[in-house]
């Protein structure tokens, strides 16, 4: 049978939709935001601590335990990655209750986002520069790890441009709207 | 004498609360973060009563905070998410021939959720205020747009769903 939703009115839909929270009082919500607050605090003291433990550990393993190049490729390979991810960790933003217009919210994020991005290309030449160094004095490297270190770099920052692209192009959309406007 | 940061907030989570909750619905799909975002809602919407100064109404505030708290859980999650995001032009642009027939209000309420998870931020968020029954002045108090600006939006919008959910042309 075919469904007629020619009736449908959407507002009607939308706000009749079956709700199951109750309201909440303000010293649950106080509680609630005393708890988020340390379970967000130590989520970010436990992954910074475990990942600089991490990139330690892997350093004196790198300089002063492997003498083969390809183990000390991976680990120091492992190395940037837990890097990566401190960076990311220690980036995190923390929850916003700005009550800016919300279109400038959004403006101020994508270009924040942009921006990021754009550091970001630096950051990963920094790394390569890094990884490059700590290899460098090894014997016995192929040819073809350069070209797919380089590859795979490239990969990296054509993902990136790609994203501080797509945000400019959305920040000028939405430029354009509140020039218009 | 002024209301305090409890106060307010229990008055907005009474008044908003399941206004709320179905802005959440339309910012996430999985229950669980879906929760985790009410939560984090809540808690911004409370937080941010410290700074109340009655600039604007309670309602513009609160519906603020609540679309700048979900617009930033959507950009934290976006590379979870498999969905590409659209703009109201794709919308428009779209068949709606091709489409399923489904019936019921919860078939309904799927179509809209299933379309305002498509749209980018502040195509939805002008689109979910719409659905509140908010009229163009209070939707551009809230987005910062002039209500002229947001009179188009929402034509566009009644466009689209129109095309949805009658299929008519738009």
Not at chain 1, 25 to 47: D, L, P, Q, S
Not at chain 2, 101 to 111: F, K, Q, S, V, Y
Not at chain 2, 139 to 165: D, N, W, Y
Request: proline share 5%; hydrophobic share 45%; charged share 25%.
């Amino acid at each position: 049978m075919t469904p007629d939703l020619s009736q449908a009115n959407p507002q009607s839909i939308w706000k009749n939709q079956p709700i199951g929270q109750r309201p909440m009082t303000a010293a649950e919500v106080r509680e609630r935001a005393r708890r988020y607050g340390r379970r967000k605090r130590t989520e970010a003291i436990v992954g910074i601590a475990l990942g600089v433990l991490a990139v330690a550990i892997g350093l004196v393993v790198e300089l002063f335990v492997l003498t083969a190049t390809m183990p000390r490729l991976i680990v120091g390979a492992a190395i940037v990655l837990v890097g990566v991810a401190i960076r990311r960790e220690a980036l995190q933003p923390g929850l916003n209750s700005t009550s800016a217009a919300c279109l400038e919210f959004y403006r101020k994020a994508l270009e924040l986002r942009r921006r990021q991005l754009a550091i970001s290309i630096d950051l990963w030449l920094g790394m390569a520069a890094f990884v490059a160094l700590l290899i460098r004095p090894l014997p016995g490297i192929p040819w073809y790890f350069y070209v797919m270190l380089g590859s795979l770099l490239a990969l990296l920052f054509a993902v990136r441009f790609r994203g501080a692209r797509k945000a400019s192009r959305e920040l000028d959309a939405v430029n354009e709207l509140l020039a218009a406007d | 004498v002024r209301p305090n940061q409890d106060e307010l907030y229990e008055d907005a989570a009474k008044t908003f609360g399941p206004a709320l909750e179905r802005l959440t619905r339309a910012y996430e799909a999985d229950p669980d973060k879906r929760q985790e975002l009410l939560h984090e809602v809540h808690i911004a919407v409370w937080r941010s009563f410290k700074r109340y100064e009655a600039r604007c109404s309670v309602r513009t505030w609160v519906y603020r905070v609540a679309h700048n708290v979900a617009a930033s859980h959507v950009a934290r999650h976006q590379r979870a998410r498999s969905r590409r995001l659209v703009s109201l032009e794709d919308l428009e642009m779209t068949d709606p021939l091709d489409q399923e027939r489904e019936t019921g209000d919860r078939m309904a309420l799927t179509r809209l959720l299933d379309l305002i998870h498509q749209l980018k931020a502040p195509d939805a968020q002008v689109m979910l205020l719409y659905l509140e029954d908010l009229d163009a002045a209070a939707i551009g108090e809230i987005m910062g747009l002039s209500p002229g600006a947001v009179r188009v939006q929402i034509h566009r919008i009644k466009a689209v769903l129109k095309r949805r959910f009658h299929g008519e042309p738009s």
